[in-house]
């Protein structure tokens, strides 16, 4: 009992010291070298030569040192959790279907105007699977049991945890390959997802090709040894010293790796176009300012963040808090230069985000189409082609956040398929899996296309590139397999099956040879030159006689004054005449030049049932090579798997043609109702489809290079079969709009809750103060005028349908303010000038008046003017005089009024304030007058003078302190001076005003 009880106690102890290693810093401002032994998800030490090694488990082996559970609670990794702060919205996730032409913004957290993956019917293993490729781990993609899903839409056991990969954010090694860890996710190899990426083997197989109930302990498959290969890695031997360990090169976050998954660009920029955000090339990391404790909070750096006053790197990480001294920090920790913004009134401040002026990666910060890494799968390398256009994001669209503050945003609108309720408030997205398979051939106009020409290139005895030609736009298929326009020939009308040739121009190499020159007396190796070269010359023959276009014609190329070609003989020659030099085709003494990437019929031109006994040799030569090439493209679509059971058929004339008699010869009957002279198609039992039916053509035509996957044609007729499916009340959201069929069937587009934007706060590239909006130049005409971009441009709509019925906003609806302002504001702009002189004039006229009061010189003159008695010109005088000191009180009234309002209300904006500027200069005009009025009698009266003098040493204050700021000269400090300056000069100038004016008066 003492030995059990000794046993218990010393298991104890161990488990205390030794059980979790907690996270810990002793104050070294080193980085320890990770020399360490690497564990799996069993916590079992990896042997690395071991046939049979799992992957590196991060829980296990990251959480020897460090805390794992409380690095799960970080920002990156919490997204699911109820309880966890949302903070503030930031850039959701799209669901991408370019053939359904869905974006639907996503989030696991309650956020307004996006949808939650069990809104559309998604596991949390297809969300990992979907967003793997820029997801951390952790989180829903290491579920406590990977037995709680299951089916096909659930394949946890075949993939495995995704848990914290810590290498995407820590490793400091270039071998770091993100594109790798992205092509794992997407083979379904989670588990090994960040082992491979950070380079410690070679992780081979892939989940997607192995059954859902396999898992990582079943090993491979005895029967399949080449295709189902699951998932497994062959570490690198080298790194690993005789004790298994190896060193994992990580440390601190570099910027590198942020821009993995956070890179921003505008489209259609090159990366040499591309500055990039100052503080970065200043030789600053993204972790300088958006640092964080072991809880891996990260600091996000914008204005009144969680936080921010517990943690002095927090409240440092926004642009003032770096940047502008304030009470709870000082500014630069970074040396961060303090801000000038000489000429800005402080207002610019309280209504505006610095990143309004400073953010942005579009060029001069205008509105333009932006890619980011996490929407638009950008920065993945490969020979496959990862990015996307959609979702179509905006910046900057400038929005007001619930703090009554504009900030730069970017912004997309949702596009998907969907069910409308009966009372039609709600609208529910459609899984886009669901409307691809059942509207495949609605949808997938261009990859229907590329199918068919992909199959017609599958024929190696038909050279070229098989290609569709819509009114002289040549489609051909690309590397994925997309109809794409590549070639365009004016030349083509209507509609035409053709192949491209690539018209060979190597003509030019045999400048000067002669074929037919005699070898004969030549030197030997003279003659071995020429033999080779005539070898060279006639296989270039062969080939041009090879093509689709040769159509029985020889091929030839002209030399100087004759044209060569080959016949059964050998090389001949006949005189070249004015034909060009370069290959070509001669026949019956016609030659037909040829050059590069044209466009030659694939059907041919000819009668199947015509008499060849009655043809000449020339003829039957070109009636041969039609036959050949008519016969390989019916073979070619016969053996395809679109043709099922039916054959491929040509339509000519009134006569339909297909492979269908004794030893598959061609045979001919009467063309089906409808089918058109020189169609292809597919025939069977009196019924023919054409191969390129009219639907297909009008939308791969329609749609040609555009970025767009849908064109309304496709959506009425995707609403029409999903309403003949069962589906109640279909609808497509997209372009701000929601789009549905009417009684009649017929398309129509509304205005819906469900299409409204999403949008989210942008915080960089930063730009520097010379680049920023309103630097110089430009200065206030940058906003500030009755037509500018900044308050009135355009925000038009973007999607993934092809449509003029866009919603269009203005950048000032974002903001909510008023147009109508704005513009009136924007036309003061234009006599800013004139009442910027006006006011200097009547400052400068104030001072002299003043040293004139404390002076001899300026009485005689004064005494020019004063109040008269009599005569009606005296009277009027009066009069003025009178009208001027009511206007003088009513403008005073005013200006003290809204200055409070402004002061105490911060109300200074508006009509408010444009009213106080119009104000203003009518107390300069009304002062001006009353100085000559009176200023001649207040002379004679010591008492008044000098409550004069100091009324009007007070207004040249009151005035000079509300011009400045008007200037580009002061910088905030000096603003914020004269501003108070203004507002106690202003009080004291009503005092005594009042007192000298009306008090006093006599």
């Known amino acids: 009992m003492k030995k059990l009880t000794t046993l218990i106690f010393a298991l104890g102890v161990y488990t205390a010291a030794f ?163 992205v092509r794992l996710v997407k083979r379904e190899n989670f588990a090994w997802a960040a082992s491979g990426a950070f380079g410690l083997g070679d992780v081979e197989g892939m989940g997607s090709r192995v059954p859902e109930y396999w898992d990582a302990l079943r090993g491979f498959d005895p029967d399949d040894r080449v295709y189902k290969v699951p998932p497994h890695i062959n570490y690198d031997l080298g790194r690993f010293d005789s004790k298994s360990r190896t060193v994992l090169e990580v440390g601190e976050p570099s910027s590198k790796n ?26 600053m990391n993204c972790s300088d300012c958006h640092s964080n404790g072991l809880g891996h909070d990260i600091a996000r750096g914008y204005e009144g963040e969680p936080g921010a006053c517990r943690d002095k790197t927090r409240a440092t990480a926004s642009c003032a808090g770096c940047h502008v001294i304030g009470d709870e920090t000082k500014a630069g ?43 638009n799968r950008m920065g993945v390398y490969g020979r496959a082609r990862w990015v996307t256009p959609a979702p179509f994001i905006q910046e900057p669209v400038f929005v007001k956040n619930e703090q009554g503050v504009i900030e730069p945003h970017r912004i997309t609108w949702p596009a998907f398929w969907g069910r409308r309720s009966a009372d039609g408030r709600e609208v529910k997205p459609i899984k886009p899996e669901k409307v691809g398979e059942l509207c495949a051939d609605e949808l997938g106009v261009r990859t229907r296309l590329g199918a068919l020409l992909a199959t017609l290139a599958t024929n190696p005895n038909i050279p070229g590139v098989p290609a569709l ?201 009467n063309a ?13 039992d009196g019924g023919f489809e054409p191969l390129f039916d009219d639907y297909l053509v009008s939308n791969v035509a329609e749609l040609a290079d555009s970025e767009c996957s849908l064109t309304e044609s496709m959506v009425t007729a995707v609403l029409r079969k999903l309403k003949a499916s069962g589906e109640e009340n279909p609808v497509y959201v997209a372009h701000g709009k929601l789009w549905g069929l009417n009684e009649d069937g ?39 005028t009755a037509n500018s971009d900044f308050f009135f441009a355009d925000v038009s709509s973007t999607g993934p349908l092809l449509t003029s019925s866009v919603a269009v906003a203005r950048q000032i609806d974002f903001m909510q303010l008023s147009g109508v302002y704005n513009r009136l504001f ?52 009066n009069r003025i005089d009178r009208i001027s000191i009511l206007a003088l009180t009513a403008s005073s009234g005013y200006l003290a009024l809204s200055g409070i309002a402004g002061w105490l209300l911060h109300m200074m904006t508006g009509y408010l304030l444009v009213l106080h500027i119009v104000a203003g200069g009518i107390f300069a005009l009304c002062l001006l007058i009353l100085l000559w009025t009176r200023g001649a009698a207040r002379l004679a009266m010591p008492r008044k003078s000098m409550l004069w003098l100091a009324m009007l040493i007070l207004a040249v204050v009151v005035i000079f302190s509300a011009v400045a700021p008007m200037m580009t000269i002061f910088g905030s400090e000096w603003q914020l001076a004269l501003l108070w300056t203004h507002r106690l000069s202003t009080a004291a100038f009503l005092i005594v005003g009042l007192y000298t004016l009306v008090g006093v008066r006599e």
């Open 333 to 375: 920790r970074f040396g961060a230069p303090a801000p000038e913004h000489v000429g800005f009134p402080l207002i610019h401040f309280e209504k505006l985000s610095c990143t309004v002026c400073h953010s942005g990666v579009t060029e001069a910060g205008r509105l333009a189409q932006v890619r980011t890494s996490k929407s």
């Open 826 to 877: 924007g036309l003061t702009f234009t006599v800013r000038p004139l009442l910027k002189i006006f006011l200097w004039l009547a400052f400068g006229i104030f001072v002299l008046v003043a040293v004139g009061f404390a002076s001899v010189g300026i009485p005689a003159l004064l005494a020019l003017g004063g109040l008269k008695q009599g005569t009606p010109r005296e009277q009027l005088m």
């Open 19 to 181: 059980g979790a290693v907690p996270s810990h810093w002793d104050g070294g401002r080193n980085i320890p070298v990770h020399k360490l032994t690497l564990l799996d998800e069993f916590e079992d030490t990896i042997d690395p030569a071991s046939a049979g090694a799992l992957p590196v488990s991060t829980r296990n082996t990251c959480g020897q040192c460090h805390d794992y559970s409380i690095i799960s609670g970080g920002w990156h990794f919490n997204s699911s959790e109820t309880n966890a702060c949302p903070g503030r919205f930031s850039e959701p996730w799209f669901m991408i279907d370019r053939l359904s032409g869905s974006q639907i913004p996503m989030s696991l957290r309650a956020w307004p105007g996006v949808y939650k993956p069990e809104e559309i019917g998604m596991t949390d293993w297809e969300w990992v699977y979907a967003f793997g490729r820029h997801l951390p781990g952790g989180d829903i993609a290491e579920p406590e049991d990977i037995y709680a899903e299951g089916g096909e839409n659930a394949r946890w056991e075949v993939s495995g945890k995704m848990e914290i990969n810590c290498f995407a954010c820590h490793s400091t090694s270039d071998l770091y390959d993100h594109s790798e860890f």
């Open 672 to 684: 089906p109702a409808g089918a058109d002279h020189g169609t292809i198609g597919f025939y069977l």
């Open 469 to 669: 030609a819509i009114n002289g736009i040549c489609f051909a298929a690309d590397a994925d397999g997309v109809a794409m326009p590549v070639v365009q020939d004016e030349s083509i009308e209507g509609v035409a099956f053709v192949y491209l040739i690539d018209g060979c121009d190597s003509a030019a190499d045999f400048t000067g040879f002669d074929p037919l020159a005699s070898i004969e007396g030549l030197a030997e190796f003279q003659a071995e030159k020429h033999i080779e070269k005539l070898e060279q010359f006639t296989g270039l023959l062969g080939n041009l006689e090879a093509q689709p276009l040769a159509e029985g014609r020889y091929g030839a190329v002209v030399l100087g004054d004759q044209i060569y070609y080959k016949t059964y003989d050998g090389v001949t020659n006949a005189p070249a005449g004015d034909a060009p030099q370069g290959a070509g085709y001669y026949l019956n003494g016609r030659f037909d030049s040829i050059v590069h990437n044209f466009a030659q019929p694939a059907l041919p031109t000819y009668d199947p049932a015509a008499d060849s006994s009655q043809m000449t040799d020339d003829q039957y030569r070109v009636f041969d090579a039609n036959r050949k090439k008519f016969e390989e493209l019916l073979q070619t679509l016969d053996a395809s798997e679109m043709a099922g059971n039916r054959y491929c058929a040509m339509v000519i004339k009134d006569r339909l043609f297909y492979r269908g008699g004794t030893d598959a010869a061609v045979v001919s009957t």
């Open 258 to 283: 942020c821009l993995n998954c956070h890179s921003v660009s505008q489209s259609g920029v090159g990366h040499h176009e591309i500055d990039g955000d100052v503080h970065l090339r200043a030789g």
């Open 746 to 784: 017929d398309l129509t587009a509304g205005v819906h809750a469900a299409a409204e934007p999403v949008s989210w706060a942008l915080g960089h590239d930063v730009r520097p103060a010379r680049l920023a909006r309103g630097a110089k130049p430009v200065k206030c005409d940058d906003c500030h």
